[in-house]
């Protein structure tokens, strides 16, 4: 799920075996009940800066869920960690994340002025800066700012390994640092908080395995991190059982099921895709926990982009008609892909008018979205497939 996108897999401070409330709630999408656990969390222990680091973590993912972004379609380009579209938040939730990522920084410093060897506190500033690299990436969309952050982060958490070689968990950051620098172009590498850091796309994937494997407080994260790495490396078979396990844990997640859908896709496994579907219908249905609330649309543009996909215009056009006859409860993201998606299939059925219409309606809505960008063009030339796709 590039709900996750690499970036984002900073340390979450929980113990894999024994999800707490807070993060239970947190990896299940309910950011407002994880939220409210974190700042009693706060409220209890004012003076630790593991509260602040993780109700920082949830207004972040709460800014992100609510524009669409958790989820993979936002990625785009040859590089993703470089073409991300900016997430508005406003100016009071700006503000609360960035007084809680100072009390973390604060409260660490602290700790490390009064004892230089607190392992412990130099891992938490490790995980304040990476939420940091996070939100000014994401929302403040300084990506220079960003990776110096996040290179930051990565220094502290070599220096917690150092100290502790057995701290499994410290490794994460240092893997998807890897990974990223090693994804980047070649200029960016020039940049000087960047000299040193080669880059490691093998080696950063295989500590972020061994996370994965035998980490704790970020065993999730490692594995959250290891499927959206798989898939954009074309190793979607690894990532399968990935997603099967996370939606084993955290069932309430529709994002895990919606990524195994693109999953099985990848791989050509359409009957499984739409079993996937088919199940979280019938979760809707039934009113389960994390899917009663859940717009229709979310599923039905993930049914009408597999079936496009696999060449089933008729079929796509079908589910995103639905999609985008009610938009009000949809994030921008799913309505503006689901006009511009069904654009291209009327397209490729030949149907002009009606995808000129569609096209239309993506750009009156979001002009500055990617689709809305993108469906500009079709306005005047029409969608042609690729052949190799």
Do not use: C
């Amino acid at each position: 799920m590039n709900f996750l996108r690499l970036a984002l897999f900073v340390p979450s401070l929980l113990t894999a075996q024994t999800v707490s409330p807070g993060f239970d709630h947190f990896y299940s999408l309910e950011y407002e009940p994880a939220i409210a656990i974190f700042e009693k969390e706060i409220s209890a222990r004012p003076n630790e800066a593991a509260g602040y680091n993780h109700l920082a973590q949830a207004i972040l993912y709460r800014e992100m869920d609510r524009a669409g972004a958790l989820e993979s379609e936002l990625v785009t380009g040859n590089n993703p960690f470089l073409s991300r579209g900016k997430i508005v938040a406003s100016p009071v939730e700006q503000k609360r994340f960035d007084e809680a990522i100072a009390k973390a920084i604060a409260l660490s410093e602290a700790r490390l002025s009064a004892n230089p060897k607190d392992v412990d506190a130099v891992y938490l500033l490790s995980v304040a800066h990476g939420l940091q690299a996070n939100y000014n990436f994401l929302v403040r969309k300084l990506w220079r700012e960003s990776l110096k952050e996040f290179t930051l982060s990565r220094k502290l958490s070599m220096q917690v390994t150092q100290a502790d070689p057995k701290r499994i968990d410290a490794y994460l950051v240092q893997g998807v640092h890897d990974y990223i620098v090693g994804s980047l172009p070649f200029t960016w590498k020039l940049l000087g908080f960047l000299i040193g850091f080669r880059g490691d796309k093998d080696g950063g994937l295989r500590t972020v395995e061994m996370v994965a494997a035998k980490g704790d407080k970020n065993k999730f994260d490692a594995m959250i991190a290891l499927a959206v790495a798989y898939r954009r490396e074309r190793q979607t078979e690894k990532a399968v059982p990935l997603l099967t396990e996370l939606i084993r844990i955290f069932p309430r997640n529709y994002l895990f099921r919606l990524e195994l859908v693109q999953m099985y896709g990848d791989l050509g496994q359409k009957d499984d895709a739409l079993a996937v579907l088919a199940r979280m219908d019938q979760l809707k249905r039934d009113g389960a926990p994390g899917f009663k609330t859940l717009p229709a649309g979310k599923i039905q543009y993930a049914r009408g982009n597999l079936l496009f996909w696999y060449r089933d215009y008729s079929g796509a056009i079908e589910n995103l008609s639905k999609v985008t006859a009610s938009t009000a409860n949809l994030d921008v993201n799913t309505a503006m892909n689901g006009w511009m998606r069904l654009g291209q299939a009327y397209d490729l059925l030949g149907k002009r008018s009606q995808a000129v219409a569609a096209y239309q309606q993506a750009v009156n809505a979001a002009p500055e979205s990617d689709a809305g960008r993108e469906s500009k063009r079709y306005l005047n030339s029409p969608y042609r497939r690729p052949a190799s796709l």
